[in-house]
Each structure stands twice: as C-alpha cells, then as structure tokens.
C-alpha cells in the first residue's frame, strides 16, 4: 500500500530557513498536502501542491515537488518560534480522498 | 477555525463501554472523513462518507461503526472499547468525495482507562 515518510526531528534557529522533507511510494496521488499541528491542538491545513506543479509558493511557504523521485518538501522562510509544530506530510491515494500520512516532522525553532 | 466541529473535546471512559462522537461538516460539505491519531500508529484513515453513503473504509476495527445523517453531521460509534482506542479522533470534511482539500476539526481525546 501507499507509504509516505518523514524524518521525525528538525531543529533551526529563528531566522533561517527550515526543510522538510518527504517521500511516498504512490505515483497516481494528484494532491499532496502539507498540514500543520500545534500542540493539543487539530491539523491546519497550511498548503498544498498539485501533481503536475514542480514548485508552489505562498508568501513563506515554498512546496517543491520531484515527481520522479517522489519527493516533497516544505520550505520555510525566515522560522519564526510560532511555526514551533509538528508538520505532516499527506498525499491523496488513488482517486479516493483518502489522505495517507506520513509520521510527522517536530520542528523545533531556537531563539 | 476550518468550520468543521466536533464534540466532545475530551472523552474518559472504561473499557467494554461505548462512545459517540460527533462532527458537523463546514457549510456545503458533502464528505466527511474520520482519522484516528495514536501514538504508535499514527495519523490513519478509518472511514469517508459522502453524502450520506461510505465511500471508502480505512483501517477501522469492527468494533467502530459510522454513519452520516440527511443533515450531513457524521456519528463515529466505538464499542467494547479497550485500552489501546485511547487516540486523537478527527473528522474533516470536503465538498466533493474525489480528492479535494480537506479541512480538519480539533479533534475529540479518548481516553480508556
């Protein structure tokens, strides 16, 4: 079935610029997600990037997309201690509207 | 605020009894979702329903059981619950039942002691 990792940690200091990373394994996904989740709180969809896009920006946000290797990032410009979270990577399976998640990335912004 | 609520916010109970939970879609949302976030599973997909009918079934025990009503609300019934359901429960929701963003709730927090 569909698989999509992350790595689990990443730490930065405010004012740079944060990568995460993902991978998955199915090709047919046409929507893949970027959600956003404080703690104790829900998911907060914060971008997203159709499959047939390379690269999406929305103001600090930078989505690139690598659809032969099946690689997404997220790109965070100027990490401010608010963007302190976990974020997960979610792609469509199929045709369905299922969202296959992957296992989160903590990002940790130092002051 | 993504429009999609859900209630309760907190749920404690015991093992063996049965729990309701509730999520009311955002405005003109035809599909609900409903996820289940563990610590050692993960964010998982247990069920979609669109416009009343499934749509398409996750990982979701026999135990659980989900139905969404005429006026679009969606019920997610666990039963015989055991320790291991203490999750984070999501629903989201979408207005179509393809492959359109979804919007999540803030989730409901069981927890079976």
């Known amino acids: 079935g569909e698989d999509v990792e992350q790595s689990l940690f990443l730490s930065v200091r405010e004012g740079d610029s944060s990568v995460i990373n993902c991978t998955y394994t199915?090709?047919?996904?046409?929507?893949l997600y970027w959600y956003k989740q404080e703690p104790g709180a829900g998911l907060q969809l914060l971008t997203y990037?159709?499959?047939?896009?390379d690269m999406k920006q929305d103001q600090r946000l930078t989505v690139l997309l690598n659809k032969k290797d099946k690689h997404l990032s997220l790109r965070i410009a100027d990490t401010q201690t608010g963007d302190s979270a976990i974020y997960f990577c979610?792609?469509?399976?199929?045709?369905?509207?299922?969202?296959?998640f992957g296992q989160g990335t903590t990002l940790q912004v130092k002051p | 605020d993504s429009g999609v609520t859900q209630t309760p916010k907190h749920l404690i109970t015991a093992t063996g009894q049965r729990v309701t939970l509730r999520c009311s879609p955002r405005?003109?949302?035809?599909?609900v979702y409903w996820y289940q976030q563990s610590l050692d599973q993960g964010l998982q997909f247990l069920i979609q329903?669109?416009?009343?009918?499934?749509?398409a079934k996750g990982n979701i025990l026999e135990r659980f059981s989900a139905q969404q009503f005429p006026d679009l609300h969606s019920e997610l019934n666990l039963s015989s619950l055991e320790l291991g359901d203490s999750a984070l429960y999501f629903c989201?929701?979408?207005?179509?039942?393809?492959?359109?963003?979804?919007?999540f709730g803030p989730g409901t927090r069981l927890l079976v002691l």
């Open positions: 329903y669109y416009n009343g009918e499934e749509r």
């Open positions: 199915d090709s047919s996904s046409t929507y």
């Open positions: 990037i159709f499959s047939n896009m």
């Open positions: 405005s003109g949302d035809l599909s």
């Open positions: 979610a792609v469509t399976q199929g045709n369905t509207g299922k969202l296959i």
């Open positions: 989201a929701s979408s207005v179509d039942q393809g492959e359109e963003t979804q919007y």
